[in-house]
């Protein structure tokens, strides 16, 4: 080793750091494929599992169903597991059929991705710590793919080492190590893994970058995927700093609590830190994060539109604006659909799957709405032309004037519950009670 040089440890001792820090009693789960690096994972994680007796390793095999040789590579991994004292666990994902709309949306390797990761998801209990074998030449290819789709910090900041994940942590213990340390580990080791052919097709954009480019860049900058690396770490803690400002602009652009955005809050921040906000709004609701693109166009036709309401349709989800206010919602169904429940007097609660709500006897008596003994109570959606009598004096109002006064938004109202005693119309959930069921003041 060059003087004043520091060599940073291999695959093993890498896994054995990460071993001795291990909560007891850890159950470990191993993404193996049966590919040199995750044979390498696994193998070291074995080997370090040897000084922890209260930590157990176990292997899960995803078996994509993509490519001819898909059910050999499951049995080899099945043999080196048998080999190594691991349980194996081998899920059959049906790519093509069951993630068909991932497929349509991202590809064939997005798709595969996702099916992997539910498969690593499903596998999980509480505290269990999921190791996948990516190392730092892919964490260079991923930083440099995400620059070239214009990617921020967040995208830049390429894989993480851990990260929460199910009902545990995902974890690269291997991001510090290179592919060339990996092949010299295993040759050491002398361990038998398979080849995927598909890796050296370069109609796919990582095994282009990884065959066509990286190779250049390292000709002209020996150290470039560790600099890469560097950038992609830089970005995760530009990232961090960017998530804590979107917290808490967030924040100040909700209303007593809500989880709706208040259009003038929002357009009070710049304009970067609109988009930010917005950024982590979705992910906060677990859909993937809309381009530029999309925010410029909820910018334009939401934020600074005159409109009343509007909307802005992303692939898993919409914007949709009324009044003064912004909603995050799943994508709009082409049909309303209506429901009609009886509430027994037994029941405290009332479910209305149809529109996700659940309503309760006692917020009847808040909303100040009295029943008579023996009633039969029931829940209707509209279905148009319902008038309820209210005020002192009385006056006949329809109900679709008072979703209108209320600002219950247009896609709303079809869905909206009315409460029914003895067939007749007694309340407008939240919004109006017919006079005769009104909770006298005293």
């Not at 361990?191 to 970058?209: E, G, I, Q």
């Not at 003895?422 to 017919?434: F, G, I, R």
Request: overall charge neutral.
């Amino acid at each position: 080793m060059v003087a004043g040089k520091l060599k940073l440890p291999g695959p093993q001792a890498t896994v054995n750091q990460f071993f001795d820090v291990l909560p007891e009693g850890t159950r470990v789960i191993v993404g193996y494929s049966g590919g040199l690096d995750s044979h390498a994972l696994l193998y070291a994680a074995v080997s370090a599992n040897s000084r922890r007796s209260d930590v157990s390793v176990e292997a899960l095999h995803v078996d994509h169903g993509i490519q001819p040789q898909s059910k050999a590579w499951a049995r080899h991994c099945l043999k080196i597991c048998e080999k190594l004292g691991v349980e194996l666990k081998t899920v059959e994902a049906d790519v093509t059929n069951s993630y068909a709309d991932s497929v349509k949306k991202s590809g064939l390797e997005a798709a595969a991705r996702e099916a992997r990761y539910q498969a690593f998801s499903d596998s999980m209990r509480q505290g269990d710590f999921v190791l996948l074998a990516q190392h730092a030449d892919d964490q260079a290819e991923t930083f440099l793919l995400q620059a070239l789709r214009g990617s921020g910090p967040d995208g830049l900041s390429a894989m993480q080492p851990r990260r929460k994940f199910g009902d545990g942590l995902l974890c690269r213990p291997l991001l510090s190590c290179t592919r060339k340390e990996l092949e010299a580990f295993a040759e050491r080791e002398k361990l038998d893994y398979v080849n995927d052919d598909s890796n050296a097709d370069t109609r796919f954009d990582r095994n282009f970058l990884r065959h066509e480019i990286m190779p250049l860049l390292a000709q002209r900058w020996p150290s470039s995927n560790q600099t890469l690396a560097r950038s992609a770490s830089r970005c995760h803690a530009a990232s961090n700093l960017l998530l804590g400002l979107a917290a808490s602009d967030l924040v100040g652009a909700k209303q007593d609590g809500a989880t709706e955005l208040d259009t003038r809050l929002l357009l009070k921040l710049p304009l970067e830190r609109r988009f930010n906000a917005l950024r982590l709004w979705v992910r906060h609701r677990g859909y993937r994060l809309p381009s530029l693109k999309m925010l410029r166009q909820v910018e334009t036709d939401l934020l600074q539109s005159a409109a009343e309401a509007g909307v802005v349709r992303c692939p898993d989800f919409e914007f949709r604006r009324y009044r003064n206010t912004l909603y995050l919602m799943d994508p709009r169904p082409q049909q309303q659909v209506g429901f009609d429940y009886q509430w027994p007097a037994h029941l405290e609660s009332l479910s209305i799957p149809e529109i996700n709500v659940q309503l309760k006897r006692s917020d009847l008596a808040s909303l100040g709405v009295t029943v008579p003994d023996g009633a039969e109570l029931s829940v209707r959606s509209r279905r148009g032309g319902e008038l309820i009598p209210v005020g002192n004096p009385v006056i006949h109002k329809s109900v679709k004037k008072l979703l209108q006064e209320a600002q219950v938004p247009p896609w709303q109202r079809a869905s909206y519950p009315l409460v029914y005693v003895d067939d007749e119309l007694a309340a407008v959930w939240q919004v109006a009670v017919a006079a005769r069921y009104r909770e006298p003041v005293t």
